[in-house]
T-cell receptor
Framework: KQEVTQIPAALSVPEGENLVLNCSFT??????LQWFRQDPGKGLTSLLL?????REQTSGRLNASLDKSSGRSTLYIAASQPGDSATYLC??????????FGTGTRLQVFP | NAGVTQTPKFRVLKTGQSMTLLCAQD?????MYWYRQDPGMGLRLIHY???????AKGEVPDGYNVSRLKKQNFLLGLESAAPSQTSVYFC?????????????FGPGTRLTVL
């Protein structure tokens, strides 16, 4: 059974820091991995999607990497800003259409 | 495009009452999903649909029913609500099953069952 774990569960950093969020999964047979952002009381916004054949994806200050063999993905946020404060979720897609979600990392960036 | 919309946004039910949550998408997506989100447990798939007229069970389907009579709508029903169904419910849609299958989410419905 695929399990997705995110560490740390919560993170508080000062503005301007570069930071790394971690996601690990137990079954390397995935189609893709998706990183989402969730603001309090809101839905999920897709940030980056990495296909199983890719090693990384970049969007602005965000960079996500994927190492299927070790069952790990990282989300790198450069020069963090208070507006980055949110919960970040990773989800893996198995060989079906279903996503398996991690429990998220709650990030707070303070001025 | 409105994307994925959900109604209602909030609802309070008494145990045993029934209700239907509506999800609509205007992106002509084939696939639609219902998830529930509970503290410390992440999002879990309740039911999903791979096209108009089809539905399938997800990870936690008990106590829920769904229908996909029109391609753009996916309904989630609770026939007899229980306190264990207090949760935030999210609907999502995706174009079709391929290597991307990026899912787009609605804003959620917060349901409390007393």
């Amino acid at each position: 059974k695929q399990e997705v774990t995110q560490i740390p569960a919560a993170l508080s950093v000062p503005e301007g820091e570069n930071l790394v969020l971690n996601c690990s999964f137990t079954d390397s047979a995935i189609y893709n991995l998706q990183w989402f952002r969730q603001d309090p009381g809101k839905g999920l916004t897709s940030l980056l999607l990495i296909q199983s054949s890719q090693r990384e994806q970049t969007s602005g200050r965000l960079n996500a990497s994927l190492d299927k063999s070790s069952g790990r993905s990282t989300l790198y946020i450069a020069a963090s800003q208070p507006g980055d404060s949110a919960t970040y979720l990773c989800a893996v897609r198995r060989n079906t259409d279903k996503l398996i979600f991690g429990t998220g990392t709650r990030l707070q960036v303070f001025p | 495009n409105a994307g994925v919309t959900q109604t209602p946004k909030f609802r309070v039910l008494k145990t045993g009452q029934s209700m239907t949550l509506l999800c609509a998408q205007d992106m002509n997506h084939e696939y639609m999903y219902w998830y529930r989100q509970d503290p410390g447990m992440g999002l879990r798939l309740i039911h999903y649909s791979v096209g108009e007229g089809t539905t399938a069970k997800g990870e936690v389907p008990d106590g829920y029913n769904v229908s996909r009579l029109k391609k753009q709508n996916f309904l989630l029903g609770l026939e007899s609500a229980a306190p264990s169904q207090t949760s935030v419910y999210f609907c999502a849609s995706s174009l079709h099953q391929d290597s991307l299958n990026e899912q787009f989410f609605g804003p959620g419905t917060r349901l409390t069952v007393l």
